[in-house]
């Protein structure tokens, strides 16, 4: 029947929109109307005007002090000289070498959900395979004066920087400049980068600042679309992504100019950000690089050049995230320094305007009941009393549907070999009923964006990563651990993935046949069938979602069976 295609063509789009929306539609430009970044796969060839520019330097192990690739993360940091970061929410140093920020750990966070097992490792030191550091410093001009490099050893005013005790590093090129850093950073990811410069010489000197950050190995990341890994950033307020499969095989380059703004890279949960003066014009790049077989991506900005003259100095100030993508404290810097957009380091996705309030509510949730599983099915109590006007209407359409059952059986025995003249009879007992055959699948098509945003913010904020629900649920950000194929842990073998089906998505497929169930059946035996399989075919598509998801759709459709229950009673009375 044309009414039941409708139905199955509703359902078919809603599946297609919920695995396909993320690679079907781009994401929005911020804010709206801007025109897009152009890309370059190399730079540009300099004019007569900037000519005489310079670049940031590439990525290179300090030469003074080399660290073989083969040697222990702790042999690379014990190297050279070190000063301790010490903060309530990172641990670890920054070497006199170079003065790069490449020694860091989130001291709040652990590789799984059991405490004692080791915290995450964000950077680490430049001397091989897996190095990733930031680096500070300012380029020379026409001059070629000498300027701190990888190999320049700092004077430190204190052995440990603390949120209370800024570090002041100085260096003097022995040639009329010396060079002042101090290094600031607050109690949570956020260091303060001031670079001071005096010229006690007889010639003015011209220099550029300069951030980069640095990442030698390609890292292991989810590769799906919808989420994003790899170098990012706001730049003229148009958020910048590149993927490092991207930025390795097509682009190698990208150079954009842009007011303040924003650069870096971003994991899954982890985000390092550079972060110039938000009034600075700079020219930005993100790169990659084969260096005897290891994969080099870089992040950098360089800013306006800077003329210092005999006798006197200049200054210039930057910031540097290195931590945990929490929406509340990246938010809270935006507002504070005025970096554009900061929110945008978390992968909120095209349902952007739903995933980010969503994310909001259910953490206030969470703040009252301590479980953010708890905080899902009351989440989906709101949702559903959000949509119950729409939802109600629906359900009664169905109601009156399966009530006309009968009198459609009746039609198909009379009318069963004239399809034309059957489905004119059908429109016409719809019409004189007032009954809307497709009606039944609106909550269905409502629920995509809402299932879709909440996907999102299971997916990729990071509070949700290692919350507990209860029993075996120990990560809602992940699948249910368990399967039915080694029944539930009974026997000792591991399925292939394929067949990891665990009890909530069990739970869910079981909700979901029990409320097609109530729904009228299609009158064609052939799609009864198909809609026999849904529920199957939703289990084993679900399974392999974080389990908070799943437990919501099962809670969903709990709360459907019961609504739309008690509207068929009250029709069958009516």
């Known amino acids: ?101 490449d020694d860091l750990d989130l001291v709040h966070f652990h590789e ?130 590149m993927k490092y499969k991207k930025l390795r095989e097509d682009e190698h380059q990208i150079e954009e100019k842009s007011t303040g703004g924003w650069i870096g890279f971003t994991d899954k949960y982890w985000l390092t950000a550079l972060i110039p003066d938000q009034n600075m014009s700079i020219s930005t790049r993100m790169n990659w690089r084969a260096v005897d077989g290891v994969d080099r991506y870089q992040t950098d900005w360089l800013g306006a050049a800077l003329t210092v003259a005999p006798g006197s100095a200049t200054e210039t100030s930057s910031h540097f995230f290195a931590g945990a993508k929490e929406l509340s404290k990246l938010d809270a810097y935006g507002e504070k320094l005025g970096i554009p957009r900061f929110d945008l380091a978390i992968d909120f996705g095209w349902f952007y305007f739903l995933t980010k309030p969503f994310f909001y509510f259910l953490r206030y949730i969470h703040s009252q009941v301590s479980n953010f599983g708890i905080a899902i099915l009351i989440f989906t109590v709101v949702i559903k009393g959000a949509f119950f006007p729409i939802a109600n209407k629906s359900y009664k359409a169905m109601a009156k549907m399966k009530k006309l059952q009968p009198e459609v059986k009746k039609l198909q025995e009379r009318f069963g070999e004239d399809r034309a003249r059957l489905n004119q009879e059908m429109m016409a007992l719809y019409k004189r009923e007032k009954a809307n055959p497709v009606s039944g699948c609106l909550p269905i098509v409502i629920q995509i964006p809402v299932f879709f945003a909440l996907y999102k913010v299971l997916y990729v904020t990071i509070e949700m990563r290692q919350a507990p629900f209860f029993g075996w649920i120990k990560d809602l950000s992940v699948p249910d651990p368990t399967t039915l194929f080694n029944l539930f842990g009974a026997i000792p073998w591991d399925p292939p993935q394929m067949l990891h089906i665990g009890v909530w998505p069990l739970i869910m497929g079981v909700t979901m046949f029990l409320q097609q169930k109530l ?41 459907s069976i019961l609504q739309q229950w008690l509207i068929m009673k009250r029709q069958a009375k009516a």
């Open 519 to 559: 729904n009228p059946a299609p009158a064609d035996p052939i799609q009864a069938k198909m809609f026999t399989f849904l529920p199957i075919i939703f289990t084993f598509m679900l399974a392999n979602f974080p389990a908070g998801l799943v437990i919501y759709w099962a809670w969903s459709n709990s709360l």
């Open 112 to 241: 799984t959900p059991d405490p004692g097992s080791r915290e995450i490792t964000l950077l680490s030191p430049g001397a091989g395979l897996g190095a990733y550091y930031a680096e500070f410093g300012f380029v020379a001009g026409e001059a070629k004066d000498d300027v701190p490099g990888p190999d320049s050893l700092w004077t430190a005013s204190s052995q440990t920087l603390t949120p209370d005790n800024p570090v002041i590093l100085t260096w003097d090129n022995g040639k009329g400049l010396k060079f002042t850093r101090t290094y600031a950073v607050d109690a949570n990811y956020m260091f303060d980068v001031t670079q001071k410069v005096e010229n006690t010489g007889s010639a003015a000197v011209t220099l550029y600042p300069y951030a980069l950050i640095s990442r030698w190995g390609t890292p292991k990341t989810q590769d799906i679309y919808i989420l994003h890994e790899g170098a990012l950033g706001v730049l003229d307020g148009t958020l910048k992504e």
């Open 1 to 101: 029947m044309n009414e039941q295609k409708n139905i199955i063509l509703a359902i078919a789009l809603s599946v297609a929109i919920l695995l396909g929306w993320q690679f079907l539609m781009p994401k929005p430009a911020v804010p709206p109307g801007q025109a897009p970044i152009s890309q370059t796969a190399n730079p540009p060839a300099p004019d007569k005007q900037n000519s005489a520019v310079p670049k940031v330097p590439d990525q290179q192990a300090p030469a003074a002090a080399p660290v073989p690739a083969t040697e222990t993360r702790a042999a690379a940091i014990a190297a050279a000289p070190r000063v301790k970061i010490v903060t309530p929410s990172l641990s670890g140093s920054f070497s006199l070498l170079g003065a790069r920020i």
